[in-house]
T-cell receptor, first 114, second 110 residues
Framework: GAGVSQSPSNKVTEKGKDVELRCDPI?????LYWYRQSLGQGLEFLIY????????KSGLPSDRFSAERTGGSVSTLTIQRTQQEDSAVYLC????????????FGEGSRLTVL | QKEVEQDPGPLSVPEGAIVSLNCTYS??????FMWYRQYSRKGPELLMY????GNKEDGRFTAQVDKSSKYISLFIRDSQPSDSATYLC??????????FGRGTSLIVHP
């Protein structure tokens, strides 16, 4: 596809359940980012993948959050034992690593934890 | 103190007005300065990208960076209702991981 694709676009789950969010980046983009956007808040960095390097996980808020990127392309963000404070829009972005800061975002996955 | 400060607004202006949006920052290591526009229920899209101090113009948009004051601005001339959106500043240094401001909600009314 031409842009970053995220699925599901909306997810409603019960507290304590696990969720998986998927991101399909722009073809050829070696860098992939996950951010979280809570209501009225800015973008909170979660994790960064660059090529085959070890990911930068410094933004993950707890050990309930994890992410992987398979084959340098598709990424999955997993949240275990969801809590109500996990409710937010999870945004994925990709970029050409040689141009710092030019990120191309998907439309996000809106997570609601009841 | 947050690394990047941005007034969330909302900022409401009449059509045709000149809009000024601003961010301040504390980390002098930031070298790259971006402005993203986010429409409701959409992902942010890059609007302007600058590297150095000074001005950069693109159509009705002008980005301004003052590294000495750690202050960046986005000006929108002849604002249109279609400019109504949230504008987020983003800054990055050598780590290639941008730090975003909270975003300013802009409303341009006809």
């Amino acid at each position: 596809g031409a842009g970053v694709s995220q699925s599901p676009s909306n997810k409603v789950t019960e507290k304590g359940k696990d969720v998986e969010l998927r991101c399909d980046p722009i073809s050829g983009h070696t860098a992939l980012y996950w951010y979280r956007q809570s209501l009225g808040q800015g973008l909170e960095f979660l994790i960064y993948f660059q090529g085959n390097s070890a990911p930068d996980k410094s933004g993950l808020p707890s050990d309930r959050f994890s992410a992987e990127r398979t084959g340098g392309s598709v990424s999955t963000l997993t949240i275990q034992r969801t809590q109500q404070e996990d409710s937010a829009v999870y945004l994925c972005a990709s970029s050409l690593a040689r141009v710092a800061g030019e990120l191309f975002f998907g439309e996000g996955s809106r997570l609601t934890v009841l | 103190q947050k690394e990047v400060e941005q007034d969330p607004g909302p900022l409401s202006v009449p059509e045709g007005a000149i809009v000024s949006l601003n961010c301040t920052y504390s980390n002098s290591a930031f070298q790259y300065f971006m402005w993203y526009r986010q429409y409701s229920r959409k992902g942010p899209e890059l609007l302007m990208y600058t590297y150095s101090s000074g001005n950069k113009e693109d159509g009705r948009f002008t980005a301004q960076v003052d590294k000495s004051s750690k202050y960046i601005s986005l000006f929108i001339r002849d604002s249109q209702p279609s400019d109504s959106a949230t504008y987020l500043c983003a800054l990055s240094g050598g780590s290639y991981i941008p730090t975003f401001g909270r975003g300013t909600s802009l409303i341009v009314h006809p």
